[in-house]
């Protein structure tokens, strides 16, 4: 069974930085999984934000953050991160992390692509 909790979620200023973090919990290795972001805001669909590969060869990115956000990943602690800058009203959204194990070589944009979904941590953005 694969569970994924996601952490650091909050409220912000415009402007300011932050960091999410998502922990993989598995029977198998963290390089056994691409992971990715998505985002929901209010009243919206999801929406990728960005995704990392296995062994973190490849990144993608929403073009909404690009320049402004990173993600990251650590398999030796199982722990995925996306660290935040200039963050804008219109980055307030629930953020979950996604995992998946069918295609690891690949930082998907795509939902369909991830086994797993976390719970979701929901950062707020204040002008």
């Known amino acids: 069974q694969v569970q994924l909790v996601e952490s650091g979620g909050g409220l912000v200023q415009a402007g300011d930085s932050h960091r999410l973090s998502c922990t993989l919990r598995?029977?198998?290795?963290?390089?056994?999984?691409?992971m990715g972001w998505f985002r929901q805001p209010p009243g919206k669909e999801r929406e990728f934000v960005a995704g990392?590969?296995?062994?973190?060869?490849?990144?993608n990115y929403a073009d909404s953050v690009k320049g402004r956000f990173a993600i990251s990943r650590d398999n030796a602690k199982n722990a995925m991160y996306l660290q935040m800058n200039l963050l804008k009203p219109e980055d307030t959204a629930a953020y979950y992390c996604?995992?998946?194990?069918?295609?690891?070589?690949?930082?998907?944009?795509?939902?369909?692509?991830?086994?797993?979904w976390g719970q979701g941590t929901q950062v707020t953005v204040s002008s």
């Open positions: 996604a995992a998946n194990e069918r295609t690891p070589w690949h930082s998907s944009p795509n939902g369909s692509a991830y086994d797993y």
């Open positions: 990392v590969s296995a062994r973190a060869f490849n990144t």
């Open positions: 598995s029977g198998r290795p963290a390089n056994n999984y691409a």
